[in-house]
């Protein structure tokens, strides 16, 4: 029977306007959003290096580039509440759709207005845009994903983001960093991230009716497991594109190896995604962070160990960049093991807000231990920050409830165990 005959009912939950999908339905709805945040990826793997250079080029201070670095950050913290509330009365692609045209504009208005104090408006604003895409594209990946193979869709959704964002610096170089050139082709890059949704997702995506029953940020209590493990992967990743270069330095790399050391560390992200995912099916999802926090703490901690080569320090790098991102990638599957409907969305918000806490408070904890042990303290921070959260999931692990197991096989129920 051809794929369009086929009916596929999805697990819908209450206030959801979503009827039977076939297969073709679901596959080219998830198209959609996942080449849709692919795209946003690339163009921001563009401007953040290119704003970064701007701001040295004018020989701003380093606190004044962090601060205005931070600005989506916190542009996430006031704007993410927000969203579930509108998801009830706009649709979600005319809602990313709109947040698509404001990141497409931001960018040509950091050429049209040189001036880095309004650069902190714009990039505020720019800010806003991103939260919603990325808030309502994994709320859109998780509530289409089938149960047993949840882990696998929500890692090739970051595989495939973090594989944009790599490109992002690739599309520099080509561009270059001067004139009005680079500015134009970001924003065009972004506005054509609303190609996929409107030939691939009309009539396809996901519609919220109701309220979520509770208030965003007690998912947090509710799911620390899953919420908590975005914290620690913002506060690790941040650490690690800001300063882990700094630290290759201090320890006697030259500064090309320095960079170099940025790419290792987005390999692993992009490889182990799936994989990772796709043992999240088969087995307590809980399990499954408890390891990644693991390997986090055991990989930050054995760094100044193995330092001393680049043939010993880049595959411990490399496996421990792998490794950690199942944090995000395992959080997520979690809450959409979890949740649906409304709270699915306020639980994915509560994800997004967890991780730009650890994302502004990663970098100022890490480089005052950096200061206090010079420079391995950088590292130690990052294993202690993985240490605390292996607590935690252990604790959920060995203390929720208990069901069946996730295995993800045909014709087993997965079990809700508390996240």
């Known amino acids: ?83 579930p509330a509108i998801l009830q009365r706009v649709p979600i692609i005319p809602f990313l759709l709109g947040c698509i045209l404001i990141c497409g504009l931001a960018m040509p208005s950091y050429y049209l207005f040189p001036n880095v104090w309004l650069w902190f408006a714009i990039r505020f604003v720019n800010g806003i845009g991103l939260t919603g895409l990325f808030v309502v594209s994994e709320f859109w990946v998780n509530s289409l994903a089938d149960e047993k193979a949840r882990g696998r869709m929500i890692g090739i959704y970051g595989t495939v983001l973090s594989a944009g964002f790599a490109s992002g610096p690739i599309l520099l170089a080509l561009v270059g960093t001067q004139g009005a050139t680079p500015f134009v082709t970001i924003s065009l890059v972004i506005l054509a991230a609303g190609i996929p949704l409107v030939f691939f997702g009309r009539g396809l995506a996901p519609r919220l009716t109701e309220r979520p029953s509770r208030g965003l940020l007690s998912f947090v209590l509710v799911a620390p497991a899953a919420t908590l493990a975005g914290l620690v992967y913002g506060a690790t990743e941040t650490d690690v594109f800001n300063l882990l270069p700094v630290y290759a330095v201090r320890i006697g790399m030259t500064e090309q190896s320095a960079a170099f050391v940025l790419s290792i560390f987005a390999a692993g992200n992009i490889l182990f995604q799936i994989p990772i995912g796709y043992w999240a099916d088969r087995t307590d999802r809980r399990l499954v962070l408890m390891v990644c926090a693991a390997v986090g703490m055991i990989g930050a901690l054995a760094i100044p160990a193995v330092s001393g080569s680049i043939w010993t320090f880049a595959p411990t790098l490399f496996v421990f960049g792998g490794v950690v991102v199942g944090l995000y990638t395992v959080g997520l599957t979690l809450l959409g093991e979890r949740f649906r409907g409304a709270d699915l969305a306020s639980a994915n918000g509560a994800f997004v807000i967890m991780y730009s806490v650890g994302a502004l408070a990663g970098p100022p904890v890490s480089g005052y231990a950096m200061e206090l042990w010079d420079p391995h303290g950088l590292v130690i921070a990052i294993g202690g920050i993985c240490g605390l959260y292996l607590l935690v999931a252990g604790w959920r692990y060995f203390t929720g409830p208990k069901g069946p197991a996730n295995t993800g096989f045909p014709g087993e129920t997965p079990g809700k165990s508390g996240s």
Do not use: K
Request: proline residues 7%; hydrophobic residues 45%; aromatic residues 2%.
């Open 1 to 83: 029977m051809d794929d369009t005959q086929q009916t596929l009912t999805m697990e819908v939950p209450p206030g959801m306007r979503q009827g039977e999908l076939t297969p073709r339905q679901r596959r080219n709805s998830l198209i959609a959003v996942i080449a849709c945040i692919s795209v946003v990826g690339m163009g921001l793997g563009v401007s953040i290096p290119l704003l970064a250079l701007m701001m040295e080029r004018e020989g701003l201070s380093g606190t004044l580039i962090g601060a205005n670095t931070a600005m989506p950050a916190l542009a996430t913290l006031a704007f993410t509440p927000f969203i």
